[in-house]
Nanobody, 124 residues
Framework: QVQLVESGGGLVQAGDSLRLSCAAS????????ASWFRQAPGEEREFLAA????????YYADSVKGRFTISRDNAKNTVYLQMNSLKPEDTAVYYC?????????????????WGQGTQVTVSS
């Protein structure tokens, strides 16, 4: 079992930046691919970005490509999401997730572990 704890959310203004962190409880973190999703009220969970276990390949949703950057530090059992040029429509609860196998990064049901989420609110 792996516990994930997100942090770094908050209330910011449009155009600001935030860096989210997701700390994993076990060293086996380095065996998992990691992703970030978000969910706004009344909306489905949306894939944002993914990174392979080694960190050498990343994937992004078109909605955040060029603004968000996913990275990981396996020595610290942590995955990050750097978010720049934030917009009010980025307001949501942000979740990190881990998966061991498969390449369907955008499918929430394929993930093995989820964090509890961190709220990001962007004011205009």
């Amino acid at each position: 079992q792996v516990q994930l704890v997100e942090s770094g959310g908050g209330l910011v203004q449009a155009g600001d930046s935030l860096r989210l962190s997701c700390a994993a409880s076990r060293r086996t973190f380095s065996s998992y691919g990691a992703s970030w999703f978000r969910q706004a009220p009344g909306e489905e969970r949306e894939f944002l970005a993914a990174i392979t276990w080694s960190g050498d390949i990343t994937y992004y949703a078109d909605s955040v490509k060029g603004r968000f950057t996913i990275s990981r530090d396996n020595a610290k059992n942590t995955v990050y999401l750097q978010m720049n040029s934030l917009k009010p429509e980025d307001t949501a609860v942000y979740y990190c997730a881990l998966k061991r196998y498969g390449s369907r990064w955008f499918v929430p049901e394929d993930y093995d572990y989820w964090g509890q989420g961190t709220q990001v609110t962007v004011s205009s």
